[in-house]
């Protein structure tokens, strides 16, 4: 059974820093694709960072890019995956439930993540003064 468990959500300054974390297990590809997306209130999901297994693709939508970078580490016995987005220079826009999904034997790609089958429970992020 595939688990996927978000930390890190918190209240931040605007031009401040976070680093989300997305503790990913029971996945049994190593084509699977580990993606983080966001919901604000009264907007619909959308994607934000996407990486692949094996690090052979990565995917960030146009907001991200030069801001937040997406990384990953599997742990020794391969049961865990972690994925980790850094977000520096946030905005009150960035403000969200975040939220982790993954896919077995899938890419990375824009959309809002309606393909992917496994998804945490989501935290919150709030950017205000």
């Known amino acids: 059974e595939v688990h996927l468990v978000e930390s890190g959500g918190a209240l931040v300054q605007p031009g401040g820093s976070l680093r989300l974390s997305c503790a990913a297990s029971g996945l049994t590809s190593e084509h699977y694709a580990i993606g983080w997306f966001r919901q604000a209130p009264g907007k619909e999901r959308e994607g934000v960072s996407c990486?692949?297994?094996?690090?052979?693709?990565?995917?960030?939508?146009?907001f991200a890019k030069n801001r937040f970078t997406i990384s990953y580490n599997v742990s020794n016995d391969n049961a865990e995956i972690s994925v980790y987005l850094e977000m520096n220079s946030l905005r009150p826009e960035d403000t969200a439930d975040y939220y982790c999904?993954?896919?077995?034997?899938?890419?990375?790609?824009?959309?809002?993540?309606?393909?992917?089958?496994?998804w945490g429970q989501g935290i919150r992020v709030t950017v205000s003064s």
């Open positions: 999904a993954a896919e077995e034997n899938y890419y990375c790609s824009s959309g809002n993540g309606a393909d992917f089958t496994y």
């Open positions: 990486i692949r297994g094996n690090d052979i693709g990565r995917y960030y939508a146009d």
